[in-house]
């Protein structure tokens, strides 16, 4: 990809289109769970899928991300490209998913319902806004480094970066394991600390604006 970046807006355009058709293809297969286990519309409690169907779904998921993860590696040899797509692809994916199960069913009808959002390794669970501000983060972020890739150090961050980058992200992991053990008692999920999502979020947003200071005052040096 390097070697194309005058193009890299056309590359942007075909991986949302990738991501879009993938979003289409996991709401359809939600809506299709949804029907067998909620016929009268999805709402906790959780209905945990406990035989091999259970494993399939986990697998579904799994399988999900390494497709995303080799979509995104095919574009280049470079780390940088690679996990920059990935998180681009990611942001386009997950907010397409909420937009097809608002086509296929209207879902969801208010921005704080609840939703399942993934199964790996427990359940995580939170309004599903939360989940797709984290995307719009992923999209514009990634955006602003694929299209500014001279920019960035070859790893995008420093080790110290990287490392508020993770602890920002395990903080948001928090709030949606914050009510795991609830929901899988067969409990209805009633709190979610926006607070905590809040906190990694600004964390990881203020990280990644000094890293742009950063690029900014060493390109005018």
């Not at 991300?65 to 780390?79: D, K």
């Not at 309004?127 to 995307?135: H, N, Q, Y």
């Not at 920019?151 to 992200?169: G, K, Q």
């Not at 009633?190 to 890293?211: D, H, N, Q």
Request: cysteine-free; charged content about 15%.
């Amino acid at each position: 990809m390097r070697q194309s970046e005058q193009n890299v807006k056309s590359l942007l355009v075909t991986y949302s289109i990738f991501a879009i058709a993938m979003a289409y293809l996991e709401s359809a297969i939600v809506a299709y769970l949804r029907a067998l286990y909620y016929p009268d519309g999805f709402e906790f409690p959780l209905h945990i899928i406990v035989d091999q169907y259970g494993f399939i779904e986990i697998g579904r998921e799994a399988a999900t991300l390494i497709m995303l993860w080799f979509a995104a590696r095919m574009a280049s040899s470079y780390f940088k490209e690679r996990f920059t797509l990935f998180v681009f692809l990611f942001g386009v994916w997950d907010l397409f998913y909420y937009f097809w199960l608002k086509v296929f069913l209207n879902w969801p009808t208010s921005w704080l319902e609840w939703d399942i959002l993934f199964l790996i390794p427990a359940p995580w669970t939170s309004p599903w806004l939360a989940p797709a501000l984290v995307s719009v983060g992923f999209v514009v972020t990634a955006f602003i480094v694929i299209t500014r890739l001279n920019e960035f150090p070859e790893y995008i961050f420093s080790r110290t970066e990287w490392l508020l980058e993770v602890a920002a992200a395990l903080i948001i992991l928090g709030s949606f394991f914050w009510e795991v053990f609830d929901v899988m008692a067969g409990e209805v999920p009633e709190y979610y600390p926006w607070w905590l999502f809040f906190i990694g979020y600004a964390l990881a947003i203020s990280v990644f604006i000094r890293r742009l200071r950063l690029n900014k005052q060493t390109k005018s040096v």
